[in-house]
């Protein structure tokens, strides 16, 4: 493949040392990188376990034992990993109530060569969570960052649940804020995509509820919890069947819930009768108006109504005649 002459990456040689190099047509050359970026360290993302300790990778592992300081969402979670695995590392806090002040300090680590691992409470930090700003703002420092792959609940709970999982949306947890709340949930409606969203069992129900309203009550979903745990569960349900199921069991544990996607068949015919209540002639006048011709009209209201073009002339000419 041909790459443009100021098409440039960094890489690493033999001994470890960082170079930056520029590939055109003809040549390769390789140019030194700058002194500061020397100095800067890196960012590791690592995946910790989302339930099961024995999912921790050992390259996850290794980078955690070799790094300067580990920013944790909880440290105290995190200690716990650390001292079943024997590692001594200095940890600092880093959680959604600090994400933005913590990150220019952990900036200033990163800028003085120190490398840092930034680990969530469980899975793969950046996703629905606060490492997605010090990831964006190492970034915009020009300050390397890296992941270290592993366990990732929302991949965890779609391969298990049996939903198509060729295209998903991934929506995290819903918004808090009602406006945004609300504005989410309308775009579902049109979804045709696998969806993924988190709950907490306190919500749960709740949340429940606003999918039935919104969805309707026969839309399949897997309830997933207790991923990679003693008691995992992914329990296969409608809407409707899930909000009894929840009425006489409390729900437990963090929630996966995989949605199926709107099926395109019923979106289309729903828009096709949309239509029903306008009158012919005037949806024909709402495309004239743009300028159109009147059979590129009759073309566009075929197509909103799902009727042939054909079907379009013959009604047309009824009510001219009727």
């Not at 793969?124 to 490492?131: E, K, L, Q, R």
């Not at 409606?189 to 999918?211: C, F, G, M, N, S």
């Not at 004239?288 to 209201?301: C, F, H, I, P, W």
Request: proline share 5%; with cysteine.
């Amino acid at each position: 493949m041909i790459r443009s002459p100021d098409r440039c990456r960094q890489n690493i040689n033999m001994t470890g040392r960082p170079y930056a190099y520029c590939r055109n047509i003809n040549s390769r050359k390789k140019i030194p990188i700058s002194k500061e970026a020397h100095m800067n360290g890196t960012l590791y993302l690592v995946a910790t376990p989302i339930g099961n300790l024995g999912d921790i990778s050992a390259r996850a592992l290794e980078t955690l034992r070799s790094v300067d300081l580990i920013a944790a969402e909880d440290t105290r979670n995190t200690v716990r990993l650390l001292n079943h695995f024997e590692i001594r590392k200095p940890l600092t806090s880093y959680h959604e109530y600090n994400k933005y002040d913590k990150a220019e300090v952990l900036i200033g680590h990163l800028r003085r060569g120190e490398n840092i691992a930034c680990v969530s409470d469980a899975g793969t930090p950046a996703i629905s969570d606060p490492g997605e700003v010090l990831a964006a703002r190492c970034i915009e420092e020009g300050i390397r960052v890296t992941s270290i792959p592993g366990a990732c609940a929302l991949i965890t709970a779609l391969t298990m649940s049996g939903m198509p999982a060729r295209r998903f949306c991934f929506e995290g947890f819903l918004p808090s804020d009602k406006k945004e709340h609300k504005r989410i949930l309308s775009q579902l409606v049109r979804e045709e995509r696998t969806i993924i969203l988190y709950e907490a069992p306190h919500r749960l129900k709740t949340t429940l509820e606003e999918l039935r309203d919104t969805l309707g009550g026969s839309r399949r979903i897997t309830l997933c919890r207790e991923l990679t745990k003693r008691y995992e569960e992914a329990i296969p349900l409608t809407l409707d069947s899930a909000l009894s199921y929840y009425e006489e069991n409390e729900p437990r544990g963090e929630y996966v819930l995989i949605l199926a996607g709107a099926d395109p068949a019923a979106l289309a015919e729903q828009d096709h009768r949309s239509w029903d209540t306008v009158p012919l002639e005037e949806h024909m006048e709402i495309y004239l108006s743009k300028g159109m011709t009147r059979k590129e009209a009759m073309k566009k209201v075929a197509a909103d109504r799902g009727l042939s073009r054909r079907d379009i002339y013959q009604a047309l000419l009824q009510e001219e005649n009727g």
